[in-house]
């Protein structure tokens, strides 16, 4: 049986999620049950994601997507971000690539916590989320439903940074809320940033993608084109997200730390630093390297092959 997922996402600033999505579409050991939409304009997150489920086929369309919290709990939040952008209706830079509110399925009318809530606590415990954005609606679930932790088996997340000194930025965005959770007790599967920043796209991978034929190899090529764009057409996307659920599949693409992840919330400096203590009986476990041409092979031949 595939593996119940819930992409939790603040997909249409970074490339990254839309390729998360991509995978998780392309992979039949998994079966999504519902996107939601975090941090800023949730409802403008909401269209990129139907858009993407659309391009990849009509039995798609049916997976519920909902706009979560665009504000954070954040004490020290990132300036003009999340809730500036979400009452603003600032739009992410992918908007371009979305198609019209008339052209997509219907979002679902449900907040994106609500979502999260209700599918978790009607199935079996065996629903794993995979937050790739701020943790904020996991957080909140948590809170507005405490029994959702004894029946969320385990959460993969691509969230904090070990090896070098700053806040990865789905910490940042929400450092309270990533406390929150990786204090749950709920098991969690770790990707940082310094593994997505080792599976970084060349421009051999970019050119190999956008030989893909199907609806998302060709939606995901105008995407990284528009993001691209948005940034003076300089950078190439990294696998950050997208590793958060390969290694759900094939988790040997990494090697891991086994331990416990804290979240720093007093520091005047270090406020969303994450600092990770090893011990073999932690409930986290962390990705520590990563294989750069097992993984891109793993990628590209999936999404390529989703028609």
């Known amino acids: 049986m595939p593996q119940k997922v819930i992409l939790d996402t603040d997909i249409g600033d970074d490339i990254d999620d839309a390729m998360a999505l991509a995978l998780i579409l392309a992979s039949p050991e998994l079966e999504l049950v519902g996107v939601t939409t975090v941090f800023g304009n949730v409802a403008a997150r909401s269209r990129q994601a139907r858009t993407l489920l659309k391009a990849a086929g ?10 979560g919290c665009g504000g954070t709990m954040a004490s020290r939040p990132v300036p003009g971000r999340g809730t500036v952008d979400y009452l603003k209706g600032a ?6 690539a979305s198609l019209a509110e008339r052209d997509l399925p ?5 907040h994106g916590v609500d979502l999260i809530i209700d599918l978790i606590m009607n199935g079996d415990g065996d629903i794993i989320p995979i937050p790739i954005g701020a943790l904020t609606n996991i957080a909140m679930a948590m809170v507005k439903e405490p029994r959702i932790v004894a029946k969320i088996p385990r ?6 940074e070990f090896k070098r000194g700053f806040s990865e930025w789905n910490i940042k965005c929400d450092p309270e809320a990533a406390a929150l959770v990786y204090n749950s007790g709920v098991p969690m599967s770790v990707t940082t940033w310094d593994i997505g920043n080792t599976v970084k796209f060349g421009q051999a991978e970019l050119d190999r993608l956008a030989t893909g034929k199907g609806g998302v190899a060709q939606y995901l090529t ?39 992840v804290a979240v720093e919330l007093q520091g005047q400096h270090t406020y969303g630093f994450t600092y990770l203590h090893t011990n073999p009986n932690g409930k986290h476990r962390v990705a520590w390297d ?16 989703l028609t």
């Not at 739009?91 to 371009?96: E, F, I």
């Not at 990294?238 to 086994?258: N, Q, R």
């Not at 990628?299 to 092959?305: D, E, F, G, I, N």
């Open 58 to 67: 009509e039995r798609f369309t049916r997976i519920p997507v909902a706009a």
């Open 91 to 96: 739009v992410p830079n992918q908007d371009a």
């Open 106 to 110: 219907k979002q679902d009318p449900r």
């Open 155 to 160: 959460i993969a997340t691509m969230s904090a």
């Open 222 to 260: 105008r995407a990284i084109r528009t993001w691209q764009a948005a940034h003076d057409h300089t950078p190439m996307p990294s696998l950050f997200d997208p590793m958060a659920v390969a290694t759900l599949v094939k988790p040997e693409l990494c090697t891991w730390l086994t331990g416990t």
């Open 290 to 305: 990563a294989d750069r041409d097992a993984s891109f092979e793993y990628y590209l031949s999936r999404v390529l092959a």
